[in-house]
């Protein structure tokens, strides 16, 4: 099907476009599409753009990343369909990142599409393709880890997660940073730094905010965060658009109420009897 860019969703097409087609090679699965639908209902809520709160956010999350001894970014199948490009960047502005392939619905051709994929995008290494580790308590795939990878890092970026995963990391001590629409969902309420952004935006965001700071010469700090504050903040921006949104309602043009008149005889061919 042919898009037209003067089509109001047009953007919106092209990245769903983009996941159909990356479903059809294997790369996204079924549960990845869902999972889309979710995201993009959260941020049209949201209001399509990256609040201020979420900027926040990102700003330390680059941050952490730099101050991190090994960082890693955990990448998804949808991740790779979404994102790949802004992988490679963020992999280029934050020295010794690495970048791991870890999923859910695992197979080894799976693995091998998504790990190809970054390297066509410009990642140097990808890690995760052959696990040689696990995290432990956890009974999904996502436990398959690569030792110099996830398993010693000890600051994770996990975009588009399972709230599983994010406790499991944070019980083995790793302080973990989500990226994720939904700020209600388990993976933003376990996260040390939940991200509500949309994806491309948050790893686009990060890396801009990495290169920045390396420029600046400062030292990058591991410095706290206010996790349950920069939620609150994207619920309230959720309330307050809905809010307005509700508000704006009764001056919406509404079709004029006919005036009724009763059937003429003919029209339908049947009479009224009179009591
Ligand atoms: O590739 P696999 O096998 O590892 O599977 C990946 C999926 C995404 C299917 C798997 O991780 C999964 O089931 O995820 P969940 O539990 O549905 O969580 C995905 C979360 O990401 C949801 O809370 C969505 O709101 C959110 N989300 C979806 N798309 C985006 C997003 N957040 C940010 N940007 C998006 N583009």
């Given at each position: 099907m042919r898009l037209s860019p003067r089509h109001p969703r047009y953007r919106?097409?092209?990245?769903?476009?983009?996941?159909?087609?990356?479903?059809?090679?294997?790369?996204?699965?079924?549960?990845?599409?869902?999972?889309?639908?979710?995201?993009?209902?959260?941020?049209?809520?949201?209001?399509?753009?990256?609040?201020?709160?979420?900027?926040?956010?990102?700003?330390?999350?680059?941050?952490?990343?730099?101050?991190?001894?090994?960082?890693?970014?955990?990448?998804?199948?949808?991740?790779?369909?979404?994102?790949?490009?802004?992988?490679?960047?963020?992999?280029?502005?934050?020295?010794g990142l690495a970048v791991e392939v870890n999923l859910f619905h695992r197979t080894g051709p799976r693995a091998r599409a998504i790990?190809?994929?970054?390297?066509?995008?410009?990642?140097?290494?990808?890690?995760?393709?052959?696990?040689?580790?696990?995290?432990?308590?956890l009974p999904s795939d996502r436990?398959?880890?690569?030792?110099?990878?996830?398993?010693?890092?000890?600051?994770?970026?996990?975009?588009?997660?399972?709230?599983?995963?994010?406790g499991a990391l944070r019980a083995v001590g790793k302080r973990v940073i989500s990226i994720d629409l939904n700020p209600l969902s388990r993976t933003s309420l376990t996260a040390d730094l939940p991200i509500v952004d949309e994806l491309s935006r948050?790893?686009?965001?990060?890396?801009r905010e990495a290169r920045r700071l390396r420029r600046s010469g400062r030292k990058a700090r591991l410095l706290p965060f206010d996790a349950d504050g920069a939620l609150a903040s994207a619920l309230v921006t959720i309330d307050r658009r809905l809010m307005r949104a509700a508000?704006?309602?009764?001056?919406?043009?509404?079709?004029?109420?006919?005036?009724?008149?009763?059937?003429?005889?003919?029209?339908?061919?049947?009479t009224r009897r009179r009591p």
């Open positions: 919106s097409l092209r990245v769903r476009e983009r996941l159909a087609k990356a479903h059809r090679t294997g790369v996204v699965v079924p549960e990845g599409l869902i999972a889309h639908g979710r995201g993009e209902a959260f941020d049209y809520l949201l209001g399509e753009r990256t609040s201020p709160s979420a900027r926040r956010a990102e700003r330390a999350a680059a941050e952490w990343l730099l101050a991190a001894r090994r960082p890693v970014v955990s990448v998804n199948g949808n991740v790779a369909a979404l994102a790949a490009p802004e992988v490679a960047r963020l992999a280029a502005a934050v020295p790990a190809r994929r970054l390297e066509e995008a410009g990642v140097r290494r990808v890690l995760g393709v052959h696990p040689t580790a696990r995290i432990p308590g436990a398959r880890v690569d030792r110099d990878g996830i398993y010693r890092s000890d600051v994770c970026l996990v975009p588009l997660e399972d709230g599983d995963r994010a948050a790893l686009g965001s990060i890396a508000a704006r309602r009764p001056r919406r043009a509404r079709p004029r109420a006919r005036a009724w008149r009763p059937r003429s005889r003919g029209t339908t061919g049947r």
